[in-house]
């Protein structure tokens, strides 16, 4: 049996980044991965060149950009390691990389040189990695330490890393091991489901909105509740099935099964007072001055729907034309599900915070550690998810 100072299982962004800084910190340490294929979710992250932090996480109360059970929980890991400190990291390795929008930073050239500097970090720590190499068994021994039973033979080590991501985009290797790793040694969860992901919707109700499968346009959409309301401004696509775009993968982590959302097809404008004005001056058919405000496809679907709105605009009702406008900007609608872990691009829920010490990320079973998005802790669109994979990482490593 082959022993080690701590074994890390799974080798994305959290597991490849904790080891290299607990090897460069002296710690012999063994990396496994399951996967032929290294980081393969870093490898597929923003359109191929990984959106790897936003630099608008505030240290002050990062929080606010993450959702589960207890927002607060991620806070101390995402304070003691901020988006600067990857970049830095970054700069170092001579990574070139570019702001997008609303702080989304981006590879210049591809996510491969996040994955290469993560591995280079690695090898300055003198890191064991085994891939592909699964793990069979755990236990724990009399002496406390683990003892995992692998493809390469038995090892042992005193401290134990699950960093085996969730379960969206099983076709490049998702797996549920380190949420039956926690349920093994009586660590509560919480239920887990698909997270920054398309909605769907009944067919014979999607029915009038088919053929704008394609369309995309800013949106204002929230969850409706006034209660737990949250709210986004972000771009919406329209899908054959149903609903995607960043608009809607944001509100997906907030959205309760059975509940309606609310969507603002027009945020920027009074939709009811500019149709009023062009009533008095305007000869157009209504669908043609409603596309000065929406896309003409979106125009086009939504008069059609009411033969009062299907005539020129200086021949339209008054109370026709508040309708429309009503229609539009407080579109509400009830998906009937989600396009499930095949399209999704993180998982909420995971292993509860409550069994977890968020200064180290240990658990309440003496050295087994959970780090990334195997945690119940959820982040935003656009880099969130990762920084919580960097600083998780960097909590659990200083902690070994």
């Avoid at 995992?148 to 134990?160: E, Q, W």
Wanted: contains cysteine.
């Amino acid at each position: 049996m082959q022993d080690f100072d701590a074994v890390i299982v799974g080798a994305g962004a959290a597991g490849l980044f904790c080891a290299g800084i607990a090897g460069q910190r002296g710690r012999r340490v063994l990396l496994i991965d399951h996967s032929a294929k290294v980081a393969e979710k870093i490898r597929i992250s923003g359109g191929g060149r990984a959106n790897f932090t936003n630099r608008d996480l505030d240290p002050r109360a990062p929080q606010k950009h993450f959702v589960g059970e207890n927002p607060n929980f991620c806070r101390s890991a995402l304070s003691r390691y901020t988006p600067a400190d990857f970049i830095a990291l970054m700069d170092r390795h001579g990574i070139a990389w570019h702001e997008k929008h609303k702080g989304q930073l981006f590879c210049d050239r591809s996510a491969d040189d996040l994955i290469q500097m993560l591995l280079r970090e690695c090898d300055a720590g003198g890191v064991t990695r085994w891939q592909p190499c699964a793990v069979s068994t755990v236990r724990q021994g009399g002496d406390g330490a683990y003892e995992l039973d692998t493809d390469r033979g038995p090892v042992r080590a005193p401290r134990l890393v699950v960093a085996t991501g969730g379960l969206p985009i099983p076709q490049i290797g998702a797996s549920d091991f380190g949420l039956r790793l926690a349920a093994q040694f009586g660590l509560r969860m919480v239920e887990p489901r698909p997270a920054l992901v398309p909605l769907t919707f009944d067919g014979a109700a999607w029915a009038p909105y088919a053929d704008l499968a394609g369309l995309a346009l800013p949106v204002r959409i929230d969850t409706g509740d006034k209660k737990t309301r949250m709210a986004f401004d972000e771009d919406l696509l329209f899908t054959h099935r149903g609903l995607s775009g960043p608009a809607v993968l944001q509100i997906s982590s907030y959205w309760r099964a059975g509940t309606p959302l609310r969507i603002d097809l027009a945020p920027t404008v009074a939709l009811a007072d500019e149709l009023a004005d062009a009533k008095r001056r305007s000869h157009k058919r209504l669908a043609n001055e409603l596309a000065a405000w929406v896309p003409a496809r979106l125009a086009d679907a939504w008069t059609a729907q009411d033969a009062d709105w299907q005539r020129p605009v200086m021949e339209t009702g008054d109370k026709a034309l508040a309708r429309l406008a009503e229609r539009l900007q407080r579109w509400e609608i009830t998906p009937t599900g989600t396009e499930g872990w095949r399209k999704a691009e993180v998982m909420r829920g995971g292993v509860d915070t409550r069994d977890l010490n968020q200064q180290t990320l240990e658990s309440r079973q003496s050295g087994l550690y959970f780090i990334g998005e195997v945690v119940d802790v959820t982040g935003w669109l656009g880099g969130y998810n990762f920084q919580w994979a960097w600083a998780s990482a960097h909590a659990c490593a200083q902690a070994l």
